[in-house]
């Protein structure tokens, strides 16, 4: 088991469309198995292969908040939806950045599991959110992609302070 590194706007690496999975081998039963640790050392409730560069078609979640309830969806596809609302999002890959969109908070599901199972289910609330995001993810899209342009604007000028407090603490981490 590994912790990944994720990948934060602008990496161009977030803006590939990922493959299917074809293959459900030990390379994707550890990539899961590694994603997941990666999700519950940040703290976040979902996950996406791209967000590390590994591009298919991954996502795990887990809305617990102690990792209790691990849901992985291996080539999703989302067969409908319902009920638009008004949410806050915020992601892993682009940090200091929350911003409101609406999305569909009920959605039902196709997918596979880490075997190659296919299943069927329907998600509401948070979970449809999170699943949508990570969703998004899969075709190389962002959640800031979805706000206004102003938003836009101030999202990337947000991410940017943010990434230059980060290689600070981490310059003075290295100072002392």
């Known amino acids: 088991m ?11 690496r977030l803006r590939l ?10 390379d994707l039963a550890r990539l899961v198995t590694d994603l997941l ?4 050392t940040t703290g976040g409730i979902g996950l996406s292969a791209p967000q590390t560069g590994q591009a298919r078609q991954v996502v795990v979640m887990d809305l617990s908040g102690n ?5 992985v969806f291996v ?7 319902a009920v638009p609302g008004l949410v806050e999002e915020s992601c892993l890959s682009v940090p200091g950045v929350v911003g409101n969109l609406i999305r569909a908070t009920r959605v039902r599901v196709r997918a596979q599991d880490r075997s190659g ?11 449809a959110v999170c699943l949508q995001h990570e969703m998004d993810h899969l075709e190389g899209k962002l959640f ?11 999202a990337r000028a947000a ?18």
């Open 75 to 81: 080539n999703p596809e989302i067969l409908a939806t």
């Open 144 to 154: 800031v992609d979805r706000l206004s342009l102003l938003r836009r604007l101030r």
């Open 67 to 71: 990792a209790s309830d691990p849901r």
């Open 159 to 176: 991410a940017a302070r943010a990434r230059r407090a980060a290689e600070s603490a981490r310059g003075r981490q290295g100072a002392a």
């Open 117 to 127: 199972e296919s299943f069927e289910c329907e998600l509401e609330g948070m979970h």
């Open 2 to 12: 590994a912790c990944l590194p994720i990948l934060e706007y602008p990496d161009p």
């Open 37 to 40: 640790e990666t999700l519950y």
């Open 17 to 26: 469309r990922s493959a299917p999975v074809v293959a459900f081998d030990a």
